[in-house]
């Protein structure tokens, strides 16, 4: 028996974005490896790639240079079907941005990504309500995006996430649009799905009640790993790094 | 400080990692027509607006070919020159708008295509979806733009020139008539289908986040 897989392996990954002529160096030679259950955040001033690292290990994005091994499961190795199953059920991504269809209730939003599974329309309905109801809008199933608060937005994304109950969650900032306690109540979710279900939580934040329940931290500075640090006596450095 | 007490006490469960497993999506085109459906009823202004224009331009085209029939009729028949060239700006006029409307409806939903991409979406499904939608759309102005485009130019001649109805509606004429309504459907829905292929191609080929960033 070899040793176990992990859950995601970043290999000397690079990002380079040619923008009018001009090269921006997104990551440059990040390195991590993180097992199945941990609970890792990733943390980092704005543009330190923090989007652009989550996008390479959601597979919605290629590295321009480097590799990313899912479940050990080279990317660059998959065929685009196996690529799309990867995105559908095994990962779960909550976008910076949302990225909700406009013209889709937050019901079949949630929805949606069953549909790609063959899951039957009762169930999909029904699980979609379920699911919007455990992040607090029970009660906005067939409002529409446009119809709803950022917070509430952000949390029908929460939900579609984890549709498909999906072994790794990538959330980039998913309580930045919320208050206190409904941040709070996301945490726990998250928190549960780890501990119950043994889910990979991979985690953009500046929150530091979601930095204190995390397994490990790891800091983005300007495209690399600066560090990366266990969860015990972190509380003051995150606090530093906030300087 | 230790993570939250209330949290239940059970062992996180390592996944099997001995047999790796690779799914497949399930999303068979049966699945793909209801999508097209469903996205048609959800936005049902666009696409009322997008079947207009199939509809507009096929009625031009059919309501010339029919005009090319209905005149030696009525014994004021062009020069042939003159027919073939109008047939032929009938056929651009359309073909121009069907492409233009399709184009649009395709490209301003690439941040859509990027979205249903990161949840699952094939690049095949992606192209059934659009695909379908296009032909849907192609069909439904294409059938009522040509019975419109036939029938306008009839019963204008047949109310303009009454001694003629007889001749109009002559059932030999007919088979012709229908042909040329047959021929606006079959172009509508090829147009259509053609014009929304080229971006939904290249859309469903991009990368998600490629598509996520576009900006029309
Ligand atoms: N599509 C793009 N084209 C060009 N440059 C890009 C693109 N996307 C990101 N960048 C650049 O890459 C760098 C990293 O961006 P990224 O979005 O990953 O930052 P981030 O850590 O997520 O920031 P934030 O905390 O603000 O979300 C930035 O300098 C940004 O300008
Ligand atoms: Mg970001």
Not at chain 1, 208 to 217: A, E, G, P
Not at chain 2, 63 to 82: F, H, K, R, V
Request: aromatic residues 8%; hydrophobic residues 45%; charged residues 20%.
């Amino acid at each position: 028996m070899g040793e176990a897989v992990s859950a995601v392996k970043v290999v000397d990954v690079h990002k380079i974005y040619h923008l009018k002529g001009e090269e921006v160096h997104a990551l440059q030679g990040i390195n991590l490896e993180i097992p199945h259950g941990e609970y890792l955040s990733v943390m980092g001033p704005s543009g330190s790639g923090k989007t652009t690292l989550f996008n390479m290990i959601g597979g919605i994005d290629r590295p321009t240079k480097g590799d990313i091994f899912i479940d050990g499961v080279d990317l660059s190795k998959i065929p685009s079907r196996a690529m799309a199953w990867l995105r559908c059920q095994k990962i779960g991504y909550i976008f910076q941005t949302f990225n909700l269809i406009p013209v889709l209730t937050a019901r079949e939003n949630v929805a949606l990504p069953m549909t790609f599974l063959g899951v039957p329309k009762a169930e999909r309905q029904q699980r979609a309500a379920e699911l919007l109801t455990i992040v607090g809008l029970g009660d906005r199933l067939d409002h529409r995006p446009t119809e709803l608060s950022g917070g509430q937005q952000q949390r029908v994304a929460i939900a579609r996430a984890l549709a498909n109950n999906p072994a790794i969650i990538l959330a980039d900032e998913p309580t930045g649009n919320l208050d206190l306690n409904t941040g709070f109540a996301i945490v726990q979710l998250l928190y549960r799905l780890k501990a119950e279900r043994g889910t990979t939580i991979i985690c953009a934040t500046h929150d530091l009640k979601m930095i204190d329940i995390s397994d490990r931290v790891v800091f983005l500075r300007d495209g690399t790993v600066e560090n990366i640090e266990k969860r015990r006596g972190l509380v003051l450095s995150a606090e530093e790094f906030e300087e | 400080m230790s993570p939250k007490k209330k949290e239940p006490k059970t062992e996180p469960k390592p996944q099997n990692t001995a047999d790796v497993k690779i799914g497949s999506i399930k999303f068979p085109i049966s699945e793909a027509f209801r999508f097209s459906l469903e996205s048609i009823r959800k936005r049902f202004t666009r696409a009322l607006i997008t079947a207009f224009s199939v509809l507009l331009g096929i009625a031009f085209m059919v309501a010339i070919m029919t005009m090319g029939i209905i005149l030696p009729l009525i014994d004021q028949t062009p020069p042939p020159q003159y027919q073939t060239w109008m047939a032929i700006i009938a056929l651009l006029v359309c073909g121009v708008g069907i492409v233009n409307s399709m184009l649009m409806s395709v490209t301003e939903r690439y941040k859509e295509i990027g979205t249903i991409k990161c949840l699952g979406a094939t690049d095949t499904n992606v192209l059934q979806i659009f695909l379908i939608e296009a032909l849907l759309l192609g069909v439904l102005g294409g059938v009522i733009g040509a019975c419109a485009g036939w029938g306008a130019t009839t019963v204008i001649y047949m109310i303009n020139q009454p001694q003629y109805v007889d001749r109009i509606l002559n059932t030999t004429n007919f088979v012709t008539y229908f042909t040329y309504i047959g021929e606006g459907i079959g172009i509508a829905s090829l147009l259509s289908v053609a014009a929304a292929a080229y971006p939904a191609v290249y859309a469903a080929r991009l990368n998600p986040a490629e598509a996520l960033r576009y900006e029309v």
